[in-house]
């Protein structure tokens, strides 16, 4: 660890110099750059280039980098030295607003509230991933201004696609393997394991995508003049649905858990002694059973194990009232969270090898894949990890965990794959955030503390090297 | 049947006033009677005014009498004798027209045209019911216009809600059912067999509709961070929709075959002798395997077996591209159609029993009836109908058939379970009318030759008494 007299003044910095932070980050809020929206692809620009100019502020060499879509912005700072070389990644791009109705607030218009619990950062992209991402670039302001230096060389990565899929990141990244390969990867835009809880994910799930449609007649029939006779769509989906899970809730498609293994030993130490309250946890959503494979925990399920779920379903009438309608065709949205080392590829022709078998005569599917992407599992074996733990357990009232996430990051895997290095995923967010809802916030300890929080592993990960 | 010196006359009567006949149907069809639209109020009462007018050209008092809906059209025709007396039922009011851009012509600016097999009647109300209620009419005028009287006293009963659930129909046949009751019901609202086969439908199967809504979370969730621990309730949907069907194709809701038996010899044997083309029922909507109970016909799984058809379902997210959702709730329409003595509302209870039986802890259901009526049966002991039978036979080609109908018009019912009378569906649409769909249309074959049944199957029935 950095020897205290370097980094006790850092963080009495970040301490003063907490509201002047808190104004540059509502400057930056105040920038409607949502990605998915073409009429907002300016601001999306506009956001980049306040970037830019902040991080040049911080005496970075910093650029914006032209894609197909929007701009990348890259910062370099510190000369090649023996010093640590980390790269941090973090998005400026925002999600929609709508139903607008429901915010108390304008969502561009970001203000400090007093919530229940304390103050709070309200606005669009407080929490995912503006607010996240000035943790970083404050520490390393505060460590600036306190030692006119800073004691790892940085890599400043910022994209403006991830909330609409990120189709520039994969070529930008190996067009630009070189420049961007560093000693590790640190990633802020996930969340607190509990509100003084905080973690490093380490496990995320990959994501398969299928939209399958299953077509009978060729038209609409009247369900009193045909039915009986005629094969209905909706009834092969929902048995094409219901043969996806067997009486113990695992899935059935054949090979479906090839390259998956246990949780190694220490792993499950450590979730055990986590005490997850998983009593609340569903509870917080009305619900009380754990309802995936029989016999694993529901941290298990959401964490480690992987799931077969509907998104959607459509077919015939569903408008107010009755229609006697036999339809043509019904459809549904269906996703699979992989976990270890399952291959989203051959997990999609198994998948469409299973519904196929399935269809009776007269039937027929057409498939339609929305991504397929592989789980990531990290390696804590780089010494970075433990440093980085210890110095979040330093920060925070209980000790730093390893935790997964149910959710995908493809960008985790990314640096792995593409760059051969690994990445930390270290964030502040707390579940009632609301990121891609109404109201979106993040409260001011999370702002504060993950600030402080990024001080203490750069002095860690210098200190180890 | 009637000495051929009082038919033919008449019969030539019919042919040589078709054009006028297909004028004043012309007339009839330009009102837009959409009775489903209460924009449409006043057409619909200018429709029935059109049928009291005409009624009363033709030597009946006739009536219009109010309803909390739209009115009914009274009418009677011939003093108290021996001759038998008939009703005559049929709707004046017409389904609406959208999508309007997919008709080739405005739907109510009718015209004849001449169509690939002959003239056809285009517009909306041509087949369904306008067209097919002025051929009884018009064989009375031309009875009229020969003799100076009818074969048959008849009371005219014309409703103007068929196509919006016919709110007012059981309570006007209950406060009227003295004036209505006569010695046999005459509907034409149903079709030829084959478009040389007449057919007199004596099997109409029941309809039981429910909507079901399954709701597990109390919101939607995030698929990532709870799919696995949180129960999916299309998924729970897709379960029940699964289990209502067996291997074999039968209906698995406990008792649901209660009160159904196999088809009578002699009905089976007519079936036989139609040689019903399975293969161009089912080409012309692209199916070739019947979908039904194993061991079945087409036309049994379409006349005489019940079914179960899912009309509807829908949740999650249903709209382009993909969206991680775990949706709080998902919902289906479903519905029965019923033959023999099944129960509509012993199988209702039946059903949801069945449904909640199979909800998984954490789930609850919401059902919605929509409407619930027993099949129709009408024996044919009544030697009316023998007589109808003969009298379509000698003006068709084919000799005349006994039929089931896989669709569901209660009125038939009614007119047993209120006024204790028989009734005989007689009907010349066709398959390929578009009744309900854009470009309806009525062949000038099923008008004439409509026309002149009717003219026939008078004279049969006043030559039986």
Chains 1, 2 share one sequence.
Not at 107 to 120: R, W
């Amino acid at each position: 660890m950095a020897a205290a007299p370097l980094l006790d003044p850092v963080l009495s910095r970040i301490d003063t110099d907490l509201e002047a932070a808190t104004a540059r980050l509502l400057d930056l809020m105040r920038i409607p750059s949502i990605s998915t929206d073409p009429a907002y692809q300016a601001q999306c620009l506009e956001a980049a280039n306040w970037l830019v100019c902040d991080l040049q502020s911080l005496g970075a060499k910093a650029e914006i980098r032209k894609t197909p879509g929007h701009p990348m912005v890259i910062g370099h700072i510190g000369e090649q030295s023996d010093a640590p070389h980390v790269l941090f990644y973090g998005h400026y791009d925002v999600q929609p607003v709508d139903p607008l109705e429901l915010w108390d607030a304008a969502p561009f218009e970001p203000a400090v509230e007093n919530g229940p619990s304390g103050a709070v950062i309200r606005g669009r992209g407080s929490s995912d991933d503006k607010g996240q991402l000035m943790t970083f670039v404050e520490a390393c302001r505060a460590w600036k201004a306190v030692h006119g230096t800073l004691p790892c060389r940085i890599t400043f990565f910022f994209e403006g696609e991830e909330e609409s899929g990120s189709p520039s990141l994969v070529p930008f990244m190996k067009q630009n393997a070189e420049e961007l390969k560093t000693d590790i990867a640190l990633i802020c835009d996930t969340a607190l394991f509990q509100s003084k809880t905080p973690a490093i994910t380490t496990m995320l799930r990959g994501l398969l995508g299928e939209e399958i449609t299953i077509t009978g007649p060729d038209k609409d029939l009247h369900s009193g003049f045909f039915g009986g006779a005629a094969i209905n769509p909706i009834r092969v989906l929902a048995k094409v649905i219901a043969s996806l899970h067997d009486e113990q809730g695992r899935i059935t498609v054949p090979g479906f858990y090839d390259g998956i293994e246990e949780l190694p030993e220490d792993i499950a130490a450590q979730w055990e002694a986590l005490s997850f309250d998983e009593k609340a946890f569903l509870g917080d959503v009305g619900l009380s059973t754990p309802a995936g494979e029989v016999g694993r925990t529901a941290l298990e399920m959401v964490w480690s194990r992987p799931t077969c779920e509907v998104n959607g379903i459509t077919g015939g009438y569903t408008g107010d009232g009755f229609k006697t309608v036999l339809p043509a065709r019904a459809s549904a949205k269906i996703s699979f969270r992989l976990v270890g080392g399952q291959d989203p590829h051959r997990l999609r022709e198994a998948f469409r090898a299973h519904v196929t078998s399935m269809l009776p005569p007269d039937c027929s599917v057409e498939f339609r894949g929305h991504g397929a992407s592989p789980a990531s599992v990290m390696s804590t074996q780089n010494p970075a990890f433990e440093a980085a733990r210890g110095a979040l357990s330093d920060e925070w009232p209980d000790t730093a965990a390893y935790i997964g996430c149910g959710g995908s990051i493809p960008i985790a895997g990314y640096f792995k794959d593409i760059l051969g290095m690994d990445a930390m995923l270290i964030g502040f967010g707390k579940d009632d955030d609301q990121i891609h809802s109404p109201n979106e916030k993040y409260d001011m300890e999370s702002f504060h503390k993950g600030t402080r929080s990024w001080a203490r592993v750069l002095a860690a990960l210098s200190a180890k090297t």
